[in-house]
């Protein structure tokens, strides 16, 4: 089975840094796009930033300037570096990973790391 682990979130206060990162593992023929989700509790996940197998991203609008995200191919992992951060930014990252394997394409996902960005 493939398996994607978050790590990195954290307790951090307004204005300053942190940086996620999502390594995949498993059964992986060929791993595409991978970007990161982010929901707070009664709020809709929302799409905060994608990255292609080459490289090019897209953000919201919400976090761009702010959030650059990165991928190493070789280590099979999807970075996102968040400054700037502000109280709205809190909540669960969730990484995803687009990839095929044995029985074709599928829609992996992170276990959710929390970030708390407060005073």
């Known amino acids: 089975q493939v398996q994607l682990v978050e790590s990195g979130g954290g307790l951090v206060q307004p204005g300053g840094s942190l940086g996620l990162s999502c390594a995949a593992s498993g059964n992986i023929f060929s791993l595409n796009n991978m970007g990161w989700y982010r929901q707070r509790p009664g709020k809709q996940r929302e799409l905060v930033a994608t990255?292609?197998?080459?490289?090019?991203?897209n953000y919201a609008n919400s976090v761009k300037d702010r959030f650059t995200i990165s991928r190493d191919n070789a280590k099979k992992t999807v970075y996102l570096q968040m400054n700037s951060l502000k109280p709205e930014d809190s909540a669960v990252y969730y990484c995803?990973?687009?990839?095929?394997?044995?029985?074709?394409?599928?829609?992996?996902w992170g276990q959710g790391t929390q970030v708390t960005v407060s005073s």
């Open positions: 990255i292609m197998s080459a490289g090019d991203a």
């Open positions: 995803y990973a687009a990839i095929y394997d044995n029985s074709g394409l599928s829609i992996n």
